[in-house]
């Protein structure tokens, strides 16, 4: 079946704007997940859902950023107020957390890039 | 705070040999233990994982090592082939506590397999 999807796959924005980065899930996993990838580093955990709530936000950096799931599928991670620090690339991934397996599946992600 | 080390940054083997990458653990909290493969310009492909009740879990070529008192965990590929060139990713969570979808990644293992 499909796998995690994400869009755009390259962005570029000046800094300031305001940018959305859109993340669909494979159809049925109910958790979905929003890490950072920085260059030479592991991704970096932000933030994670179960259903529509946000059940972990600990890892987002500050309050430009800000995720949203309204029916329980398709994400929208929206930072705004763009600096150059936020480059990176954003991952996607999304479980099923189900009868003790606790895998994650990612997504191709997306290089924001701010200049 | 890197509660979850990969100390070699890089790993060199031949084809047909063992790989073996390392990984070492600081937060006690942490109870289920996954590794991911990552090719250029795609998202962490799941690999195995293990949880804190066993000590070594096989699948195929891979096979993971799990020392709790060590607070350390190993990944085995046996044969190593070239197509498994690639960085590999640890990472760690608390499966346990109510943030069971909080993944903490190492900061890689680039490993290349010379034919």
């Known amino acids: 079946g499909a796998g995690v999807s994400q869009t755009p796959s390259n962005k570029v924005t000046e800094k300031g704007k305001y940018v959305e980065l859109r993340c669909d899930p494979i159809?049925?996993?109910?958790?979905l997940y929003w890490y950072r990838q920085s260059l030479g580093q592991g991704p970096e955990f932000l933030i994670y859902?179960?259903?529509?709530?946000?059940?972990?936000d600990s890892g987002l950096p500050n309050d430009r950023f800000f995720a949203v799931r309204p029916e329980g599928s398709v994400s929208t991670l929206k930072i705004q107020r763009t600096e150059r620090g936020d480059s990176a690339v954003y991952l996607c991934?999304?479980?099923?957390?189900?009868?003790?397996?606790?895998?994650?599946?990612f997504g191709p992600g997306t290089r924001l890039t701010v200049t | 705070d890197q509660q979850v080390k990969q100390n070699s940054p890089s790993l060199s083997v031949q084809e047909g040999r063992i790989s073996i990458l390392n990984c070492d653990y600081t937060?006690?909290?942490?109870?289920?233990f996954l590794w991911y493969k990552k090719y250029p310009a795609e998202g962490p492909t799941f690999l195995i994982s293990?949880?804190?009740?066993?000590d070594k879990n096989e699948d195929g070529r891979f096979t993971v090592f799990l020392n709790k008192s060590a607070k350390h965990l190993s990944l085995h590929i046996v044969p190593s082939q070239p197509g498994d060139s690639a960085v590999y990713f640890c990472?760690?969570?608390?499966?346990?506590?109510?943030?069971?979808?909080?993944?903490?990644f190492g900061q890689g293992t680039i490993l290349t397999v010379h034919p």
């Open positions: 991934a999304s479980s099923l957390t189900a009868g003790g397996r606790y895998e994650q599946y």
């Open positions: 159809s049925g996993h109910t958790a």
């Open positions: 859902f179960q259903g529509t709530g946000a059940a972990d």
């Open positions: 937060n006690s909290m942490f109870d289920y």
């Open positions: 293990i949880s804190s009740i066993k």
């Open positions: 990472a760690a969570l608390n499966a346990g506590g109510t943030s069971y979808g909080k993944l903490t």
